[in-house]
C-alpha cells in the first residue's frame, strides 16, 4: 500500500483519534455506571468509580479492563480491513490500528501504568507480576496489528511513514488533550457534569470532533494511492 497523505486525510484520522480516545474513557465509565449504579469523576484522560464502588463492588475492576478490551477490539478490526483486497478498506484498517494509539498502551504498561496493568494489580495485588503480565498482555494485542501496518508500506521511506503514524497520536493526545484541553477543565471552563458523566467541555470537544469526522471521513479510505 502505497500511502499518499492529503489534508483531508489529516483532519479525518486526527478527528478518528480522538473519537476513538473518548469512546475508549466512555466504555471505562460505563461499566463502572452499569455496576456502581453512578458516575465516577473524569477528565479527558483520567477516570475514577463513584467513592466507595470498588469496596462494595470488587467486580468493577472490569471497568478498568473494559477501556483495553475495546481499544484492542478497534486495532484487531483495523488488520482485519488491512488483509482485505480492496484499496478503501486497506486505508481505513491502516488508519484504524493507529488512531487507536497502539504506542501509548505499549509505553505506559512498560512503565508499570496503564489500565492493564492497574486492573491486573488490583486482582493479584503483586505490582511486579502485574507489571509483567500487563506488559506481555498488552504486547500480544499489539505487536502483530504493528508489524502487519509496517509490512503494509510500500512507500520508499516508509520508516519515516510508520514512526509518523506510530508517534503522531501521542503527541496529539500531550499537545491538545492533556496540556490545553485538561489545564481548561481543571480552570473551571464547562467543567460541569453533563451527558454520560462526563463534564460539558469533554462532551463538546466529543461532538465537534464527531462533526469533523463526519465531514471529512470519506477521506479516511483514500490513504492508499490506487
Known sequence: MKIKLTIGFI????????????????????????????????D?????????????????VWA???????????????????NSANT??????FALIFANNPLARIFTAAIGKGDEVSGLNRILHNQQ????????IVLL???????KAFKTITNKNKIGYFILFLLSPMILDMVILFKLMNTAL??????????LGAPLIVT?????????????????YKLAEK
Open 88 to 93: 478503501a478498506q486497506r486505508s481505513l484498517g
Open 44 to 60: 479527558f484522560n483520567v477516570w475514577s468509580l463513584c467513592e466507595g464502588c470498588m469496596e462494595k463492588y470488587p467486580v468493577a
Open 141 to 147: 494485542f499489539t505487536v502483530y496489528p504493528l508489524w
Open 64 to 82: 478498568t479492563f473494559a477501556g483495553p478490551l475495546f481499544t484492542f477490539g478497534m486495532i484487531w478490526t483495523g488488520v482485519y480491513f488491512l
Open 186 to 195: 481543571r480552570n473551571g471552563v464547562l467543567s460541569t457534569g453533563w451527558i
Open 204 to 220: 463538546l470537544f466529543t461532538i465537534a470532533m464527531l462533526v469533523i469526522f463526519i465531514s471529512t471521513a470519506r477521506y479516511i
Open 129 to 136: 507480576l502485574s507489571w509483567m503480565l500487563g506488559l506481555i
Open 11 to 42: 483532519i479525518a484520522f486526527i478527528a478518528l483519534h480522538f473519537l476513538m480516545r473518548e469512546a475508549h474513557e466512555m466504555v471505562h465509565t460505563a461499566v463502572g455506571r452499569m455496576i456502581c449504579g453512578c458516575w465516577g469523576q473524569r
